[in-house]
């Protein structure tokens, strides 16, 4: 799971999930929504795939990529859990 929160602290890579939400995409469209080199938006996608939040699969010379959708809920889920941790409803805190 500290992988997930390492890649999540970059605003490129926070991005990149956020563009996913809406579905799959390109590598090369993804690239293309941000103002870095290519070799740097590869860097990217490689550390969202090691951590388990993106997935990946080529397509003839394309790399399509789409969220993982149970391992971002997994982490929504300890996040919630984290900011929570009795269980307690939000009037509750002390």
Partial sequence: MSDAF?????????EVLRLLRDG???AGA????????????SR????LR????I???KAGNQIRYRLNVSVAEDLMALMMDL???SGSEKGDLK
């Fill in 30 to 41: 993804l690239a293309d929504r941000f103002d870095v080199a290519k070799p740097t938006m």
């Fill in 44 to 47: 990217h996608f490689a550390t």
């Fill in 24 to 26: 799959p995409m390109t």
């Fill in 50 to 53: 090691e951590a388990g939040l």
């Fill in 6 to 14: 390492s890649a999540l602290a970059h605003p490129v890579r926070r």
């Fill in 83 to 85: 900011l929570n941790p």
């Fill in 55 to 57: 997935q990946s699969e």
